[in-house]
């Protein structure tokens, strides 16, 4: 889309009159941070209020599981292969960082497959994929694993966090703790499953989501549809970014979810155990399931007492209004992981509008 | 292929034999003195001091390598200030096995480098540290340069403009594709130059006008501006649209989800000058090879007091604080 008529819609979002206050929650952590860094956030009508979503993928992982990849780490003289953003998400002990430094064998990948190069060159030793996301990464963490299957890598595995989201959504809505008139529904994933799994919003609890993408334009047009939708009282699930999401999602990219992995029930942070929302890997991979090769027993898992990212996560509360935020929880010393994830919520809110 | 040994670290004759055969041959056989220090001739008293070391890897990138940068960097590091660089120190920390062929050729670049920046290398010292123990080499290079006007550093106020000289991000995204971990080509080049003889032909005419340059090395332009805010009474406010990005630029940070705002540079730099001159500093760096894409970012206003911010291209505001840390180690 051309600049000027971005600049147009833009102004046009900005001058646009709303008949009452209206709250919409992006449920994306790409989205929060986007809307940040665009500056999209700031030209809102007054009357608009943006409420994060449970969409961070590092945020909603329990504490539970970063214990026992360091408890697999320990016992098992395992190599931890993870992407950059879990490295300083704090544990209930500990924390990926604090163990590199004092000598844990962890290394940063850009893509998963890197940690079967690393297992190939490590072959003495067992290499554990962190596989922390949602259905936007779980395809290419499929692959990886059906890959080390078909080449016979055996000391690759994976340790499986990965978590469905509409099941979060729909948590939420059940719950009824929030007040929300309709939903930006995120891209990434929605170019994976496509349209109708998101229809629940509209038949189930009559609001309305408009799927969106990520640029200036995205977010602009995303809002102004919702809004409209919204006072139209147009109750239904409409896609804004057929560029890359087809109605039906991408087929392919599922089948290689639904060969790899299970549906399960998981707990999340914040929102607790939900129902169905969580994948597992199927029992003819155990081989490659880092839980069930390395059992480990770590200590009770435990929150900092002060940390609201559970309440954050299900959109009780803006990360100002956390009493740690900016006073004990920085991203240098991160209290809960919503500060230090870049879909973080606090994160988002630290780096681009601390006062 | 021949390599650095442990030995030519020791102070024995084969480090001499490598100074005075290749070194010092190669850096200057005029200018270095061989002694325990350079005596140096100084036109004018006041004088400009500074020192950087350089630990760039890959030591060999498009658009240069470490012997270009450690030339580079300092000169540039002098003149920013106002002041014309004249004399150059070289220290050589060598990893043992380290091929003579790749030192030879960052040698060569530094004599180069030196040259085109009119500044004469007079001292310097070399070690060898065991295999293992350093990687291939790092150098260390502190400079001196003299003042013939005063300093190139005055009160900031409301209404300045901030100039850029030209795109940014260049030469930490090449780096950064060059990098093993992440397998992707770029045609992007280094931008890494001496910017002495720019800043000399801006501060000669607009001398009065120009509050404060910078180099935007490591942390990039919108660290830079950070320093120039931090506990003052005015704030930075940049214009999205107006700062000069490469495209390629552009695409490898969205991929990688990297701000350009915060990408190493090693030829550009910030300016903040009286509003009356700012055009005109912008039209004069436009002339210089090195400064044809510079342009006016931004104002000094007083809405934010202490910080950086960006007013995106659909006119939203943004802050543009300090980063935590570095987006990439060892850059420079």
Redesign the interface.
Known sequence: MN?EL??KL??HL?NRSLNREIRIMEVCGTHTAQF????????LPKKLTLINGPGCPVCVTPNRYLDSVIEIAKKYNAIIATFGDMIKVPSSYSSLAMEKSNGMDIRI??SPV?ALDIAKANKNREVVLISVGFETTAPSEAITLLEADAKGIKNFSLMCGNKLTPPAVNAILNSDEVKIDGFIIPGHVSAIIGKSPWSFIADKYGKPGVIAGFE?EDL?TGVLSLIDMIEDKNNTVKNGYTLAVKDSGNLRAMEIIDSVFDIKDTEWRGLGNIPASGLAIKKKYSLFDAEKKFPVTPSAPKEHPGCRCGDLLRGLITPPECPLFDKGCS??RAVGPCMVS?EGPCAAYY????? | MKKILAGHGSGGKLMNDMISSIIKKKLGDDTIQIDDSAILNLPNSRIAFTTDSYTVTPIFFPGGDIGKLAVNGTVNDLAVMGATPLFLSCSLILEEGFDFESFEKILNSMKIEADIAKIKIVTGDTKVVPKGKGDKIYINTAGIGVFNNAPLRKDIKEGDKIIVSGTVGDHGITIMSLRNDLKFSSNLKSDCASLNDMIGTISTKYQSSIKFIRDATRGGIASVLNEICDNKKFSASIDEDAVPVQNEVKGICDLLGLDPLYIANEGKIIIVADEKDANHIVEELKKHHLGINAAVIGTIDNAYPGKVYLNTFIGGKRFLPLLIEEQLPRIC
């Open positions: 600049r971005i600049k833009a102004d900005k940040f860094k665009t500056g999209v956030k700031d030209i990948i850009y890197e200036t602009v991203p240098e870049s780096k681009y509008w601390r006062k």
